[in-house]
């Protein structure tokens, strides 16, 4: 069962703009990532935030994480066409050593 | 350098019949992870193997099972193949276990039963 939900499902937006997705999730986790995958292609890491962290930048990424709502959001800014692609959500729980993904967002950057 | 490689990268099965997919890690990655993916929905995790032991087993039937052999590259094994195993299946190495470290993800193999 995926233990993460990304919201919204899917979204559309003109180049340039900025785009918000968010994730919630179940349990305690030790991290969150954020994930990327392009059509028909494997996952690509962008952005890894720890239990203790508030939030993190990493170019044009910003992630916030809330452990009291267990939520967290990716906001991409000035989007570009080739930032379409689907974008997960994915914790590590406290307990045992499973790692989750959620539904996904998946993003169309209109040029 | 290379990163994961998996193989192969489509593949057409008949339910009842099983298969072996196979993962190369990138060079000092010692964990590997399975995942299985099918179309609209996000990975679910199989397997991980960290130092060749099992670590981690997510909600699969007995008929998923996985190895890794002393070169730190694995192979995915399912029996017994049901229509519902189509997906795409998703290898991830990373430098020890998941605690704080990205995954770096192949780009799949997919698996289509007949």
């Known amino acids: 069962s995926q233990q993460g939900e990304e919201d919204p499902q899917a979204l559309s937006i003109q180049e340039g703009e900025n785009a918000t997705m968010n994730c919630s999730y179940k349990?305690?986790?030790?991290?969150l990532q954020w994930y990327r995958q392009n059509s028909g292609r494997g996952l690509v890491h962008l952005i890894l935030i720890r239990s203790n962290e508030r939030e993190k930048h990493s170019g044009r990424l910003r992630v916030t994480l809330d452990t009291s709502k267990k939520s967290s959001s990716l906001l991409i800014t000035a989007s570009r066409a080739a930032d379409t692609a689907s974008y997960f959500c994915a914790t590590l729980v406290n307990t045992g050593n499973q790692f989750y993904f959620g539904t996904g967002t998946s993003l169309t950057v209109i040029p | 350098d290379a990163g994961v490689t998996q193989s192969p990268t489509h593949l057409i099965k008949t339910r009842g019949q099983h298969v072996t997919l196979r993962c190369s890690p990138i060079?000092?990655?010692?964990?590997v992870s399975w995942y299985q993916q099918v179309l609209g929905q996000g990975p679910q995790f199989i397997f991980q193997?960290?130092?060749?032991?099992?670590?981690g087993r997510g909600n699969f039937p007995d008929r998923f099972s996985a190895r890794q052999f002393p070169n730190y590259s694995s192979e995915l094994n399912v029996n017994a193949l049901l229509l519902g195993d189509s997906a795409l299946y998703l290898c991830a190495s990373s430098l020890g276990t998941h605690s704080n470290q990205p995954q770096h993800f192949g780009d799949g193999t997919r698996l289509s039963i007949l």
């Open positions: 349990t305690s986790i030790n991290n």
């Open positions: 193997y960290y130092e060749k032991e099992e670590r």
């Open positions: 060079s000092g990655h010692k964990s």
